[in-house]
């Protein structure tokens, strides 16, 4: 694992955490050093605090993505503003935790994206499949989505999408037309409830429509008040 945080009580705090949870880390205090790091030395998770002076974590996300590395990352961030939060996810992160955090919710964020992003076992659906391996091709309230090469398009036009957001379309494709309740999207997504007062699926749901909304056309992802979202065509 990759941790970059300027604030050095923070950054000591976590990797301290981080160690005695497990991971091997190596712990860094700028953005630079990061991606020099990560260029050296690929890891299987990023840990990025937004702010840092030089180069941010925002800076960061984007040279890896625009170099095609599809590393998990999960930005840290004091930012509250959804508009803030949506600059992390447009940047390609694929997660966020807000400062102050707790810890445990930052274990349960990476175990989420590490699971994701590793084979699933012999027999074993991945995190959003209901349906046998081999089905490649699903289709549902005007999406068509190859799972196999994480394509995803809306009446012809390609749909550009970061890891968690073709994970949380292709689930209610699956089961569009379905009310899939807060919890169950968290589940099947993230492996973990964060709990009624998470602003996070909202924030990745609001992203999402903004994907695949286009003039003219209809709303695909429906919000029912209290319950969850449905996917369809009206």
Known sequence: MLLAEDDRAIRHALERALTLEGYAVTAVADGVEALAQAHRTPPDVLLLDVMMPGIDGLQVCRVLRAEGDRTPI???????????????????????????FDVEEVFARLRALLRRTSPAPAGEPGPARDAQPSDRQIEGAGIRMDLQARRAWRAGRELELTRTEFELLELLVRNAGIVL???????????????????????????????LDAPGAPQLIHTVRGVGYVLREE
Do not use: C, Q
């Open 74 to 100: 999960l930005m840290l961030t004091a930012l509250v503003e959804t508009a803030d939060r949506i600059a992390g996810l447009d940047a390609g992160a694929d997660d966020y935790v807000v400062k102050p």
């Open 181 to 211: 309740d807060h919890a169950t999207i968290y589940d099947r997504i993230w492996g973990y409830d964060f709990g009624p007062g998470s602003k996070n699926l909202a924030v990745y749901v609001g992203y999402l429509r903004r994907k």
